[in-house]
């Protein structure tokens, strides 16, 4: 198995994504840096992430022949592994997993020349969020009262990864897309992208091969985004 090869753990670091970037001269791909806490946790946008002991925090090294679909197949392990110990969360494109309508798990490539730093975040066993994070975002724990061990879905989620890493390299993509569909709560859903410059609304009819959202827009025309932050529209 590719995923955890080599294994970096810690009880505290700032953040394992930071951490795999002083690491990829050294580490081989499939390098993973799992933490206890994470005293800087990135999110997207430059914006912090609420990372105390309870949770999954983890940075895998990745060299992919192509890095538009990490975050999806990362979305679709994330998924798979919860789905598999009954907890039935969503993807909300294009990284943010979700269950009951909050957000318990986020996703963060990053770049760097032929690496991808690929890092993944799941709330799992945190009891109490900062009020100002309280409405949007839970954990596995809160929503159904049940404990799951870090180390376990720690092994299962490598071992997704693995199976999905290893269908992009073989460039199954259409198998990874069906997968995605099957896991989004995004598909028919009326959406409003806020992206650097604009806002665009519309309903999601699909994805396309390279991770993007395609869109229905209010005029009817087709609409393909690349990068934002995805809201449901409320009815
Ligand atoms: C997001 O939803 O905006 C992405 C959140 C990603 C959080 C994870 S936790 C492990 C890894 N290290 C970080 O500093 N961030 C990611």
Not at 47 to 57: N, V
Not at 116 to 138: Q, Y
Not at 170 to 176: F, G, H, M, S, Y
């Amino acid at each position: 198995m590719l995923i955890g090869s080599k294994l970096y753990y810690f009880d505290e670091i700032d953040s394992t994504n930071e951490y795999a970037k002083t690491l990829l001269k050294d580490a081989p791909e499939g390098a993973v840096i799992l933490v206890d806490q994470q005293t800087a946790g990135r999110a997207r946008f430059g914006k912090k992430w609420f990372s105390p002991e309870g949770g999954l925090w983890m940075s895998v090294i990745l060299y992919p022949p192509d890095h538009s679909l990490i975050a999806i197949i990362a979305g679709i392990a994330v998924c798979k592994t919860l789905h598999m110990n009954g907890i039935l969360t969503g993807i909300k494109w294009p990284n943010d997993i979700m269950l009951n309508g909050k957000k318990i798990g986020g996703i963060l490539t990053e770049v760097i020349d032929k690496a991808v730093v690929l890092g993944i975040g799941i709330n799992l066993n945190i009891r109490k969020f900062p009020d100002e994070l309280k409405d949007t975002a839970s954990s596995v724990f809160l929503e159904t009262k049940k404990h799951l061990e870090k180390k376990n879905v720690f092994d299962m989620l490598c071992r997704r990864l693995d199976e999905c890493y290893r269908l992009l390299r073989e460039k199954q993509v259409r198998d990874l897309l069906t997968e995605w569909r099957h896991y989004t709560i995004l598909l028919g859903q009326e959406v409003i992208i806020e992206m650097l410059d604009k806002k665009l609304t519309g309903k999601v009819l699909d994805i396309s091969n390279d991770g993007a959202l395609i869109l229905m827009d209010q005029e009817g025309k087709i609409q393909r985004v690349v990068a934002g932050i995805c809201h449901l529209k409320q009815r």
